[in-house]
């Protein structure tokens, strides 16, 4: 089976306090992006990539994945979209044949190669959608919205306590069929270019199918960067690692 790896890039890195997209900030002196593209083809498991990218950091993205040495699949850059469905949506829609697809991101840098395989293995043993996940740790309240009105700080009325055995906070890389992934975005095509209704994973999509999404062991390096203090722990990981 032909596998092929769709990497979003096209995120902002406006909650890292920096001015360049999220993909291109360094992590012990390497950008995401290339750490992301380096775990993908270390995994032995992706043929090809295809990273979505700002439109104005194409250029600088292809030629830093060109240059890495550490990068050997053939990869391809283009244009993302307004919101994360609609990037991928442009990465399939660039993509060539491929038996597996695999959606994963760029804020993700150090989901380690085993993940990579855990999830492409599903796939080709026969589930159309793949997602890792991790058991929840803390507890979990249900709050009401609004918060409620008073001169104190912000507060929010509880509800109940949400039985968390069952709950997994879900991590990419995530892996699909080709066939259902393209009929999902289809089929959900006019929610990508709204913040607001787009999904916010590629599950999502395919779960509006009514079509069964499963789950594989997570892993807890493929941590998503969103903020400065997650930059540091991603330095500390990546000191463990090298």
Known sequence: MTTLAILTAAGSGSRLGRSIPKAL????????????????????????????????????????????????VPVTVVAGGSTRQASVAAGLAAAGEASVVLVHDAARPLAPARLVRRVVDAVQAGHGAVVPGMPLVDTVKRVAAPPLQGSGPRAESVQDTVERSGLRAVQTPQGFSHDLLTRAHAHGAARAEDQDMAASDDAGLVESLGEAVVVVRGDERAMKITTARDLEIADLLLAEDE
């Open 25 to 72: 900030v360094h992590l012990g002196g390497t950008p995401l992006v290339v750490h992301a593209a380096r775990s993908l083809d270390r995994s032995g498991a992706v043929d090809a990539i295809v990273v979505t990218a700002p439109a104005d950091y194409t250029e600088q993205i292809s030629r830093l994945l060109d240059g890495d040495p550490q990068v050997d």
